[in-house]
């Protein structure tokens, strides 16, 4: 019956274990994690934000999990190559949920940045690790905290600017290279905190990779605090494979005259659930929420958006379009709070989809729930199929049906990837998107590791 | 170039063409006039496939083969073109990528390679000439945030780009000042050869005596009922089309 019940076993009897494999810091709120997930259980869908994605189901089938940390031997560096063309990043990996040590690359970092693991810097992580992602309201994170034992710690000091991308690589491996038996399939639980203190400034790139055809269950939880005048740009990019099911849960703070950039991108991928929850907790922040999804074959695609305006003077952009072919799902639930005294909110809400056959479905639900009496707040959603006038224009002057159809779509989704700040991986994702609506992208492109 | 033999379609359940018979020789331009509703944009729509319209009988042959049973972008590819009363906006795809798909996939069919990105642009650029066109417009999206007359000026530079075999301009004059009408007229006069041909559809006498059309018909009621030199046009012109009506046993 109920899928939790497994977790709460597999806790019970390996606690001691997670505890020897885990840093202290890590360990301080497993406990309390582990109450707060037995007393919720996975939500069922009457719970008002998973109505559009079954997680009892998902987290039913039978994971194995790495609880004694051992090392998959493979040298992602040897291995992987991202070919985000001109777009020289410091290059990180996290293998399935350990964050990869073994080689990085060779200082660009300004004085004072830690791009890391979780494992070190305790004091400062002990200030923030578990705040934002509260474990006693969402089960995903409770459980995701009561499992990890590793993750990723980006910190950025007071007024530095961090030029140079960081790129994270997020790798699922189940199998090592040249195994002689059966491994199971593999949960993993990635855990990211990210500092920037006062006048920071970093620009993070996430891409998902399965580099094996395992069934993957992947937990996420990104916790970000951005101080005053500090600005983050976070991209994550899926390019997994049909039998991989993420469920990720991002959490952000904005302090005053912060930015944030956020895009959430699914070009392949089984089961996605992205979630996120950002509140605005000082005067003249700026937040733009984007997110695009091509999605067919049975795929399913549930963002899940919280955008609390607690003070005033802050603005907030959100555009999240899906093009959906074959039997695939979408779901899109936003809501904006604008909370009593949030006066002079500006707030603007899109989502727009295309369905492409009859048994695509997408489900859109946007939401404004306002208590302050001086704000301007709009929402809008739309649900439709390609221009037929402009398909049939396009076909007089010579455009085969097929090209006109993938024209139509690529500049429907170009919308939202032309709003990316980065510029080189703007120009890469334009043409990752063509290949993906040509049906030329297999998996990850430029990833060796998966052919 | 063009048979076209009784020939009738129909929208949903309402017949619109009862009988269209014509044909076009290489090198002849061929007016449309006629009131309101005869089916003049319809025929031009049924000609190029438009998919809204069903043929329910009749044959039309395109260069001895049979267009009804080509799809609407082979029919472009054999040389068919239509310049659009009313030319769609496509947001997000730029002038020139819609330009280079229709060149390309037209070479395809033809067995070519495509078209190198520097011969490309210099057609481009020789051919927005004949309409006087923006270059700025090249980068915009297909019509989007066009003038009027900018648009009718795009149809007439994607005709210069495909070098079409038949040319169908389906009031193209409709909205252009006394300008912007010259400009277009001597565009298309400027692609006429001895072996292309042109069906102009108009409302006015204007355009025609600058695109010098060798035969006027006259649609009505889904029929030519009457076919004439230029001088048809200007009698149109001054007396309308009651006296045709009249001649054809209606008053």
């Given amino acids: ?451 | 170039m063009l048979e076209v033999k009784n020939l009738h379609a129909k929208i949903g359940d309402k017949e619109i063409l009862k009988g269209i018979d014509l044909v076009i020789n290489d090198g002849e331009t061929h007016a449309i006039m006629g009131p309101n509703g005869s089916g003049k944009s319809t025929l031009s729509a049924v000609l190029v496939g438009n998919p809204l319209y069903e043929v329910t009988e009749g044959e039309a042959y395109f260069n001895g083969k049979n267009l009804l049973e080509m799809k609407p972008e082979d029919r472009a590819h054999e040389g068919l073109f239509l310049s659009f009363q009313y030319p769609v906006e496509i947001p997000g795809v730029s002038m020139t990528n819609f330009m280079k798909a229709a060149i390309n996939e037209k070479r395809k069919y033809q067995g070519l390679e495509p078209m190198n990105a520097a011969e490309f642009l210099k057609l481009q650029r020789e051919k927005r000439k004949i309409v006087e066109l923006d270059s700025k417009l090249a980068n915009r999206s297909v019509n989007e945030g066009f003038s009027g007359g900018e648009k009718k000026r795009n149809e007439i530079f994607q005709m210069a780009m495909l070098e079409p075999k038949l040319s169908i301009l389906d009031e193209t004059d409709s909205g252009l000042d006394v300008d912007a009408m010259r400009i277009v007229a001597e565009g298309v006069n400027k692609l006429q050869t001895p072996e292309t041909s042109c069906i102009v559809i108009t409302h006015y006498d204007r355009l025609l005596e600058m695109i010098r059309p060798q035969f006027v018909h006259v649609l009505y009621k889904g029929k030519i009922v009457k076919t004439g030199g230029p001088e048809l046009a200007k009698e149109i012109q001054e007396h309308g089309y009651d006296w045709i009506k009249e001649e054809i046993g209606e008053e």
């Fill in chain 1, 1 to 451: 019956m109920a899928s939790e019940q497994q977790y709460i076993e597999l806790y019970q009897q390996a606690r001691e274990m997670i505890f020897s494999h885990a840093p202290e810091v890590m360990n301080a709120v497993r406990d309390q994690a582990f109450e707060d997930f037995r007393q919720q259980g996975f939500p069922s869908k009457k719970v008002e934000r998973y109505k559009y994605t079954d997680l009892q189901k998902l987290f039913e089938p039978d994971y194995g999990v790495n609880l004694s940390r051992l090392q998959i031997p493979v040298d992602p560096y040897e291995t992987f190559r991202c070919d985000v063309p001109n777009l020289s990043t410091s290059l990180y990996f996290v293998v399935n949920d350990m964050f990869y040590t073994q080689s990085q690359p060779k200082g660009h970092l300004p004085e004072g940045v830690i791009v890391g693991s979780l494992r070190d810097y305790p004091e400062l992580i002990g200030k923030y690790y578990a705040k934002l992602a509260k474990t006693s309201e969402d089960a995903v994170t409770a459980l995701n905290t009561m499992l990890a034992q590793d993750g990723l710690l980006v910190y950025v000091p007071k007024n530095v600017k961090v030029d140079r991308a960081i790129q994270v690589i997020n790798i699922l491996k189940a199998t090592p290279q040249n195994a002689q038996r059966q491994v199971p399939d593999l949960m993993v639980n990635r855990r990211v905190l990210i500092i920037l203190e006062a006048g920071a400034e970093i620009k993070m790139l996430f891409c998902d990779h399965a580099a094996d055809d395992k069934n993957f269950l992947a937990t996420q939880v990104i916790e970000a605090y951005v101080g005053d005048n500090a600005s983050l740009d976070l991209y994550c990019l899926e390019e997994t494979h049909y039998k991989n099911v993420r469920v990720s849960n991002v959490y952000i703070d904005q302090h005053a005259n912060s930015r944030v950039n956020h895009n959430v991108i699914t070009l392949h991928n089984g089961v996605t659930r992205n979630k996120l929850d950002l509140t605005f907790s000082g005067e003249g922040a700026e937040c733009a929420c984007y997110g695009c999804v091509i999605a067919d074959k049975e795929q399913h695609v549930d963002n899940n958006t919280l955008i609390t305006h607690k003070v005033s003077h802050c603005t907030s952009n959100e555009l999240y379009k899906y093009v959906l072919d074959d039997k695939s799902t979408g779901a899109f639930a936003g809501r904006v709070l604008v909370e009593h005294g949030a006066q002079k909110t500006t707030s603007q809400m899109t989502n727009q989809n295309l369905t492409a056959t009859k048994e695509a479905r997408m489900y859109t639900q946007p939401m404004l729930e306002i208590y302050a009496d001086d704000v301007k707040c709009a929402h809008g959603s739309t649900v439709g199929q390609l221009n037929d006038a402009a398909l049939f224009y396009m076909r007089q002057r010579g455009i085969s049906l097929k090209e006109a159809k993938t024209l139509l779509q690529n500049a429907f989704i170009n919308e939202v990837i032309d709003k990316m700040q980065l510029e080189p991986l703007r120009d890469r994702l334009h043409h990752l998107v063509e290949k993906r609506f040509r049906g030329e992208l297999n998996k990850c492109e430029g990833c060796r590791l998966c052919k």
